[in-house]
């Protein structure tokens, strides 16, 4: 460009002609001929005809991988060099330049970009976008990742987000029911990715083959389901872009919580306060809020909740425990080793026997930890009363202070265990207000023990009503009982016939 420059200037300005220009320079005269004349202000080399013999039988199937390798996620697609390799694979001698001047010759002809789209326009009440991300929060003063659920209404862009520790059907469920609770009704159609919580079969074009208790939850709520293209993320391209907002607008910096509930309203509440100030894209004149306000009225109908849950079968153990995840939970001592069916909800776990709950316990998350309820193990007491010392279930029971302060008195005492026992099965049937009150009664008078427990709360029921009566009156007999010792000395002295 330099050369150029200096070529222009003396024969446009100084007006030197060409032999003086050619004398001066040390250019050859064509090439001052053709800066000119050609009037150019720079000049780039480029090959017209790429000569590449050895690639040339070869070209259709390296124009065949690149067109295939362009629609290709950005991680899995083959690197120039890969393909070379693959073309000496098959019999292609030439070098790596040949092969990657092709390619990028080859990539720059006009065809159909994966990256052209169309616009999309969506009605009120038309649809919903969903997706999962992972988010680094703080719970508990732990460092953790968290699974965000993301909805996106797509008319007015009202979104939707809820955390959980796992990214599992039940959960999904689960996010459903929340999102469409807050929104106040439900849209016609749902598109999601092909997560494997929603379908199982990925066939040619849009055909699925949905998840069963899937397809019920969309059944229930009257909601098509769309899935999208596999590694099309743009086709839900509003909460492809939501998740990136919110990432940063909500998780960053990191939330900080005391559990998983905090961490939801605290999220929630924030983008509630972003959606309230921020533009919609297309009605600009309206805030997010305010088109969804809009957009409440073309929802349908919300039902009563659709019950989000999944369930397996197992069998209760020796030890009255079923395993789900890695965790155990008690069930009721009488359905020992009995086949049982368990519902796995976002947040809690009901053991079943043929429509009779027998336990109920909230969800664990962590590992080889055990959940007990120390009343289903007390029937087993009435025969086991040492277990009540060492016994897993009752280390860390929950019982009101009068029947603490009654288990204490009465472990030192001999049968203070059975005694004990007594008193824990009374609870069942009166209720634990009446036997709390009948202990704090009788650690009062000084008489702990189950008998006169379980006397007091008879005493106490309602309805029954004890009449002293007079000591001072005794009944009169109507015939005195005459003592006679000589018979007991004639048994002494052995005389057989004499009967008492």
């Known amino acids: 460009m330099e050369s150029i420059k200096k070529v222009r200037l003396k024969f446009h300005r100084k007006g030197e002609s060409i032999a003086e220009i050619v004398r001066s320079t040390g250019l050859a005269r064509n090439t001052v001929r053709s800066i000119i004349r050609g009037n150019h202000t720079s000049r780039e080399y480029e090959r017209k005809v790429i000569h590449a013999p050895k690639l040339g039988v070869f070209k259709l199937q390296l124009e065949e991988w690149i067109t295939e390798n362009q629609t290709l996620p950005k991680k899995e697609r083959s690197s120039i060099q890969k393909l070379c390799k693959r073309l000496q694979a098959i019999g292609y001698s030439g070098g790596y330049d040949s092969v990657r001047r092709h390619v990028k010759a080859f990539s720059r002809h006009p065809q159909l970009s994966s990256k052209a789209f169309i616009p999309l326009v969506f009605a009120p009440g038309e649809a919903y976008q969903f997706d999962w991300s992972q988010e680094t929060v703080i719970l508990a003063g732990i460092k953790q990742v968290v699974h965000v659920a993301h909805f996106r209404l797509c008319y007015s862009r009202k979104s939707f987000l809820v955390a959980y520790l796992r990214e599992s059907q039940e959960m999904l469920f689960d996010a459903h029911i929340q999102a469409f609770s807050y929104f106040g009704g439900i849209p016609l159609r749902g598109i999601y990715d092909n997560m494997k919580t929603a379908v199982d079969l990925v066939f040619v074009g849009k055909e699925r083959q949905f998840n069963r208790r899937f397809l019920e939850l969309m059944s229930y709520y009257l909601i098509e389901p769309v899935a999208c293209s596999p590694a099309s993320g743009w086709e839900k391209g509003q909460v492809e872009k939501q998740v990136q907002d919110v990432r940063g607008d909500v998780f960053t910096p990191q939330l900080v919580a005391g559990n998983i509930g905090e961490l939801n309203q605290l999220a929630l509440q924030n983008q509630e306060s972003i959606e309230m100030v921020r533009k919609h894209p297309d009605q600009k004149d309206k805030t997010i809020m305010e088109v969804f306000n809009e957009e409440k009225a073309a929802l349908q109908a919300l039902p009563v909740p659709f019950t989000a849950y999944i369930e397996r079968e197992t069998k209760v153990s020796s030890t009255c425990l079923v395993q789900i995840d890695r965790n155990r939970y008690s069930a009721d001592c009488h359905y020992v080793n009995q086949p049982v069916s368990v519902r796995i909800y976002a947040d809690k776990i009901v053991i079943i026997f043929e429509d009779k709950v027998i336990g109920e316990h909230v969800r664990l998350f962590g590992r080889d930890q055990t959940a007990y309820d120390p009343w289903h193990y007390v029937p087993l007491l009435e025969r086991k009363p040492g277990a009540l010392r060492n016994g897993a279930p009752f280390v860390k029971w929950d019982l009101p202070e009068s029947i603490l302060q009654m288990r204490q008195t009465l472990i030192g005492k001999r ?54 009566g007079d000591i001072s009156v005794y009944p009169v007999l109507k015939e005195e009982p005459t003592s006679d010792c000589k018979r007991y000395d004639d048994l002494l002295k052995g005389d057989k016939s004499c009967s008492i």
């Open 415 to 468: 049968s203070g265990d059975r005694e004990f026992v007594k008193i824990l099965q009374a609870i069942p049937v009166h209720g634990l207000d009446a036997v709390t009150i009948a202990c704090e009664i009788a650690l009062k008078e000084g008489l702990p023990g189950g008998d006169y427990v379980l006397n007091l709360i008879s005493r106490l029921r309602p309805g029954v009503t004890v009449t002293p």
